[in-house]
């Protein structure tokens, strides 16, 4: 019985003004060829200066990962011949990465698994390159961005606990602030080293690295793929080679790029033009302070204060809705009743008039309002249906849309009684036929009641006034 093996090597760009090494623009450009300097194309006699932002925004985001952070900054150069960056090496780390030995763990199934970090360097992108039958193009915009890798361990299973790793990793990403991490702009990048082994081996099967997948979806079809590719061949008696592949989306397989040894030597040596600086621990403790409360951390407390746990991990899936719904408890919004109408209304209306939660015209200040006019008695929950999608297509807030369509709800126990006895009057029939035990027909009455009053009366005094008027009849 084969098993499968899966790591992950993950390739993230930060979201700093500048470049890594130079003071080029950090920003993603269409026309080729704009965000470039003397650095960037390593004109003779230039020097790397390293960005404090990115070093920053690389540490925050280890710390997040419950790494190891070292005590100086350290960077190397890999001297693997690279076509697309103009000096031929890239600046890397190796000897000290800002971070080591970290994990973060993931839900999958209803199970907890812990995915263990190897390590997280800090490094430049290199240039995008296009290739054609006989020539090559190349856009430097690229080359020098801030880039974070992230190595783990040989821990994956199955598809899914990769899936629910890079999803639950990407949104830390967001929460901490250090990349936008989109995927179509090629901020996020994965490699996946996939082999297969029997249940009972000691020894990891040979594997096959499939490089630069762009999408969360391709990562799943690659895994899947390479897991059916890969038994074919052992069952067949055969032998998987050592390669690098690239997916290919048009026609959905892997195909070989490269045949690739143990240890390609990379020639790994300190960056001379880069002094190493320590790294104070005050340093440290600043960045740590900056961290928000992390999405496993928040949905405990969303639970705890009252949130069913699936809307829990609905709101905590992006920090905009999470800090939408923040705000909604800070201005004393009860936690439950808000997630129900984030959950069920306002994503569904984002979603289908292809909104964000800050283009929406609704705030937080808003939706407590509506939700403290249904405690309040003076709107019933039925009317709130109604204001809350006013607000979003009248862009109005509540008080206004209350005011204007006369939708007070009834409390006035006096004018609920007139009413409740002018209904028993014209249904006089359905009155006898409930006093003849058939209590079911009270649902009818109760509901010309709400009818004649234009569903302005308040329901729960409304039914309990019509249980006493009734059985004095």
């Known amino acids: 019985m084969l098993k499968t093996v899966i790591g992950l090597e993950i390739h993230c760009e930060l979201n ?16 080729p060829n704009q965000n470039i300097s003397v650095i960037d ?22 710390l997040a990962l419950n790494c190891e952070v070292p005590n100086e900054v350290m960077f190397d150069r890999k001297n693997y011949y690279y076509a697309d960056l103009p000096k031929g090496y890239q600046l890397t780390q190796m000897t000290k990465p800002f971070g080591k030995n970290g994990y973060l763990d993931i839900e999958v199934s209803g199970k907890q698994k812990r995915i263990t970090i190897h390590q997280l360097h800090l490094e430049e992108d ?3 390159m296009d290739h054609f039958s006989d020539y090559s193009l190349i856009n430097y915009n690229r080359a020098g961005v801030p880039l ?9 299973n199955d598809e899914k606990e990769v899936i629910q790793f890079l999803e639950s990793l990407r949104t830390i990403i967001k929460y901490c602030d250090v990349s936008s991490a989109s995927s179509e702009k090629g901020e996020l990048r994965v490699d996946v080293n996939i082999s297969m082994m029997e249940e009972d081996a000691k020894e990891l099967g040979v594997r096959a690295e499939i490089k630069n997948i762009n999408s969360f979806n391709s990562v799943k079809e690659t895994i899947l793929y390479e897991i059916k590719r890969q038994t074919e061949i052992l069952e067949s008696g055969g032998k998987v080679l050592q390669e690098t592949r690239r997916w290919v989306d048009d026609t959905k397989e892997t195909v070989s790029m490269r045949e690739k040894v143990d240890a ?4 790994y040596y300190v960056e001379p033009n880069i002094p190493v600086v320590s790294l104070s621990e005050e340093f440290i403790n600043e960045i740590k302070s900056s961290i928000p409360m992390l999405p496993n951390e928040r949905k405990e407390k969303y639970i705890k204060s009252g949130v069913k746990e699936k809307d829990a991990n609905t709101i905590i899936r992006n920090v905009d809705i999470c800090e939408f719904f923040e705000n909604v408890l800070s201005l004393g919004g009860d936690a439950r009743e808000a ?3 984030i959950t069920t209304r306002l994503l569904g209306y984002m979603s289908a008039n292809f909104l964000t939660i800050n283009e929406v015209y609704l705030t937080p200040s808003m939706l407590v309002s509506l939700m403290n006019m249904v405690s309040s008695g003076k709107i019933s929950t039925q009317q709130a249906k109604e204001v809350f999608n006013l607000i979003l ?15 007070e709800q009834v409390s006035d126990i006096d004018e609920i009684k007139k009413l409740v006895n002018s209904v028993l009057d014209e249904f006089n029939e359905q009155v006898l036929v409930y006093k003849s035990g058939k209590t079911n027909i009270l649902g009818f009455i109760m509901g010309q009641v709400l009818k004649q009053s234009g569903g302005k ?17």
């Open 16 to 31: 700093t003004k500048s470049k890594m090494f130079s003071g080029s623009k950090n920003e993603y450009e269409k026309m």
């Open 41 to 62: 194309l390593a004109f003779p006699g230039i020097l790397p200066l390293p960005n404090i932002q990115g070093v920053r925004k690389a540490i925050k985001l280890a």
């Open 126 to 128: 290199s240039a995008s």
């Open 148 to 156: 974070v890798e992230i190595v783990t361990d040989p821990v994956f």
């Open 264 to 267: 390609i030597d990379y020639k």
């Open 339 to 341: 997630s129900n109408w």
């Open 393 to 407: 297509e009248e862009k109005k807030t509540p008080e206004e849309i209350v005011k204007e369509r006369g939708m």
């Open 457 to 473: 009366v308040n329901p729960s005094i409304a039914s309990k006034i019509l249980n006493e008027e009734i059985s004095k009849r």
